[in-house]
């Protein structure tokens, strides 16, 4: 395995007129790593993919991929790329085999490697007794495999997924997960995915948080989930910012006001429900304990909830029909 980054990205930004959708981003994608871009709608993570493959030029900043730099060698880089967008690119009217070789035939493959390749591809993911089937016969999941198959057909060394578990359900995205470990295992192909699910993000080997267009933590779902420095303690009241005020006055210890409700990140957070419940009972409506999550953790490093209005804000990355799911 590479000990040259897959993915190098220094202080990169894009505009799009006025609007700054990726702000003086740097980070790096280890060569063979599982990777995931964290971010609901506005965070500019869908702005990075296009970057990364190649469909929108660098406008700022520097990136390297694969050893390549993007702004001179994109045709280099793009013979090495794996790509599945969110919007699906198989035609409906082509059998499964079709669809695969017309896709390696893109990429310069024919005759019996094309063959062999084609047939391997729908064998691993599954498909190979659906070759001679319309995709347009398919379900989601299935048809999801077949842009699988397609990209990972000419053995590239990066591969970018945006969205890829867009319109499944959670049986055929754990059999996507699954796949892209084997991948990764077996060839030590780079995987690089955006995504706006807390739980699929939680499975990848590292996470990069995007919050409005900058990184807002970079680390291991482990690690980030520890950074949150204790249990998270949500408490629901009526005079929120007043309770706020009164738990760091009382206890010395630091409350944010988060959505409407008061939220606590403290060791030991059992020991603290009684306290906080004795000390104001006529504040405290509800209370709620809970182990660091990634939602948490986005709450933590940005001081908003995931799916709060604040994160909701378009970006200008989207494409035709696909907004509100990123």
Same mark, same amino acid.
């Given at each position: 395995?590479?000990?040259?980054?897959?993915?190098?990205?220094?202080?990169?930004?894009?505009?799009?007129?006025?609007?700054?959708?990726?702000?003086?981003?740097?980070?790096?994608?280890?060569?063979?790593?599982?990777?995931?871009?964290?971010?609901?709608?506005?965070?500019?993570?869908?702005?990075?993919?296009?970057?990364?493959?190649?469909?929108?030029?660098?406008?700022?900043?520097?990136?390297?991929?694969?050893?390549? +730099?993007?702004?001179?060698?994109?045709?280099?880089?793009?013979?090495?790329?794996?790509?599945?967008?969110?919007?699906?690119?198989? +035609?409906?009217?082509?059998?499964?085999?079709?669809?695969?070789?017309?896709?390696?035939?893109?990429?310069?493959?024919?005759?019996?490697?094309?063959?062999?390749?084609?047939?391997?591809?729908?064998?691993?993911?599954?498909?190979?007794?659906?070759?001679?089937?319309?995709?347009?016969?398919?379900?989601?999941?299935?048809?999801?495999?077949?842009?699988?198959?397609?990209?990972?057909?000419?053995?590239?060394?990066?591969?970018?997924?945006?969205?890829?578990?867009?319109?499944?359900?959670?049986?055929?995205?754990?059999?996507?997960?699954?796949?892209?470990?084997?991948?990764?295992?077996?060839?030590?192909?780079?995987?690089?995915?955006?995504?706006?699910?807390?739980?699929?993000?939680?499975?990848?080997?590292?996470?990069?948080?995007?919050?409005?267009?900058?990184?807002?933590?970079?680390?291991?779902?482990?690690?980030?989930?520890?950074?949150?420095?204790?249990?998270?303690?949500?408490?629901?009241?009526?005079?929120?910012?007043?309770?706020?005020?009164?738990?760091?006055?009382?206890?010395?210890?630091?409350?944010?006001?988060?959505?409407?409700?008061?939220?606590?990140?403290?060791?030991?957070?059992?020991?603290?429900?009684?306290?906080?419940?004795?000390?104001?009972?006529?504040?405290?409506?509800?209370?709620?304990?809970?182990?660091?999550?990634?939602?948490?953790?986005?709450?933590?490093?940005?001081?908003?909830?995931?799916?709060? +209005?604040?994160?909701?804000?378009?970006?200008?990355?989207?494409?035709?029909?696909?907004?509100?799911?990123?």
């Amino acid at each position: 395995m590479s000990t040259l980054p897959a993915v190098d990205i220094a202080h990169l930004a894009h505009r799009y007129g006025e609007h700054s959708a990726i702000s003086d981003l740097s980070l790096s994608v280890a060569s063979g790593e599982i990777f995931a871009i964290l971010g609901p709608n506005g965070s500019g993570k869908t702005t990075l993919f296009r970057v990364l493959s190649t469909l929108i030029p660098v406008q700022q900043g520097d990136v390297r991929v694969l050893g390549y +730099d993007l702004r001179r060698e994109a045709d280099a880089i793009r013979a090495q790329l794996g790509v599945v967008f969110q919007a699906p690119s198989v +035609d409906k009217k082509l059998t499964v085999m079709e669809n695969v070789v017309f896709h390696g035939r893109l990429y310069g493959l024919a005759g019996r490697e094309l063959r062999t390749r084609a047939d391997e591809m729908l064998m691993r993911l599954g498909l190979a007794d659906r070759k001679r089937d319309l995709v347009e016969k398919l379900s989601g999941g299935l048809r999801r495999r077949v842009e699988l198959a397609k990209g990972m057909l000419h053995r590239p060394r990066l591969f970018l997924l945006d969205e890829p578990s867009t319109g499944l359900d959670p049986g055929a995205r754990s059999d996507v997960w699954q796949y892209l470990k084997q991948v990764r295992d077996e060839t030590g192909v780079t995987v690089v995915l955006t995504t706006h699910l807390l739980d699929e993000a939680q499975v990848a080997d590292r996470i990069a948080i995007m919050h409005r267009g900058q990184l807002a933590a970079l680390d291991t779902p482990a690690a980030l989930q520890s950074a949150v420095g204790g249990d998270a303690i949500t408490i629901r009241t009526g005079t929120p910012d007043f309770l706020a005020g009164e738990i760091d006055q009382r206890f010395n210890v630091p409350a944010k006001v988060v959505d409407g409700s008061v939220r606590l990140e403290l060791p030991n957070g059992h020991e603290w429900i009684p306290k906080l419940v004795e000390a104001f009972p006529d504040r405290v409506e509800s209370i709620n304990l809970g182990k660091p999550t990634l939602e948490d953790v986005f709450i933590h490093f940005t001081g908003h909830r995931f799916w709060s +209005d604040g994160n909701a804000e378009s970006d200008h990355e989207g494409t035709k029909g696909t907004k509100g799911k990123r």
